[in-house]
């Protein structure tokens, strides 16, 4: 039996290290399947953000284990955490997090230079996805230029150059008009169908419901409800 692709046990992180605060994340744990997509919902400061941090080793718990893939990102040094994140994680921002002085083509090969994978291969690479997710006629334009779908259509493109195994989306909507918005959880629905396996974060209860196969609820810090959603029926 395959191991799950997110295995998080008895995790606490706490910023305040007087424990004047409550702990941002409490005795939590989670696992997570390879191809579900999981969407966090719960108000702010519940511990969501800290809670992806922690997945993609931006953050370390104060207690307890995270394992990615195999891998104990817990355990990783500054430059092991570095490599983690290029080969094994894809990350979507609420803002995008574009290079607005880098063309739509060269923001979307970043990931692939500092992995080091070879240029005709990353070009290639780069048109495929630019062209799936339709935007490959901004190839040239600079991200400013673009709406704001565009420019997180961009950012899903980014985040896939790698083929990384975990995709996680920090409130990939919340920027976004009603329009693009719901453009977005169509892409994100349809990545899943092909196998990719997302993990948002999100208050945008519509994204939930149309694109995770699972949604779960924090609560100051500790898991609050954790629920199957009926099977997503992709556009055509």
């Known amino acids: 039996m395959t191991a799950p692709i997110i ?13 004047a605060a409550p702990p941002a994340l409490a005795d939590f744990s989670l696992e997570v399947e390879a191809g579900e997509s999981l969407a966090v919902l719960g108000r702010s400061g519940s ?11 931006l953050d370390r718990p104060s207690r307890g284990t995270v394992v990615v893939g195999g891998v104990a990102v817990h355990e990783l040094s500054e430059a092991g955490l570095a490599g983690f994140r290029r080969e094994r994680i894809g990350m979507v921002f609420q803002f995008f997090n574009l290079l607005d002085d880098l063309s739509v083509e060269d923001n979307v090969l970043l990931p692939a230079q500092l992995a080091g994978m070879h240029r005709d291969e990353a070009r290639k690479r780069a048109t495929e996805l630019l062209a799936r997710l339709g935007v490959a006629r901004h190839a040239r334009t600079f991200p400013g230029l673009l709406s704001g779908g565009e420019r997180q259509r961009v950012a899903v493109a980014r985040a896939l150059m790698n083929r990384p195994p975990l995709l996680l989306a ?8 009603s329009a693009s918005a719901a453009d977005v959880r169509e892409l994100l629905t349809s990545l899943n169908a ?34 199957r959603n009926a099977p997503v029926a992709v556009a055509r």
């Not at 295995?7 to 424990?19: A, C, E, H, P």
């Not at 511990?47 to 080793?57: C, D, E, M, P, R």
Request: aromatic share 2%; with cysteine; net charge negative.
């Open 7 to 19: 295995q998080i046990r008895d995790v606490s992180k706490s910023y305040d290290l007087s424990d």
């Open 47 to 57: 511990g969501k953000s800290t809670l992806l941090n922690l997945i993609a080793g």
């Open 170 to 177: 920090d409130e990939p909507t919340g920027a976004l008009d």
């Open 194 to 227: 092909e196998g990719q396996t997302i993990v948002l974060v999100t208050h945008d209860t519509a994204l939930a419901e149309s694109c995770a196969t699972r949604t779960i609820e924090l609560l100051d810090g500790r898991l609050h409800r954790d629920v």
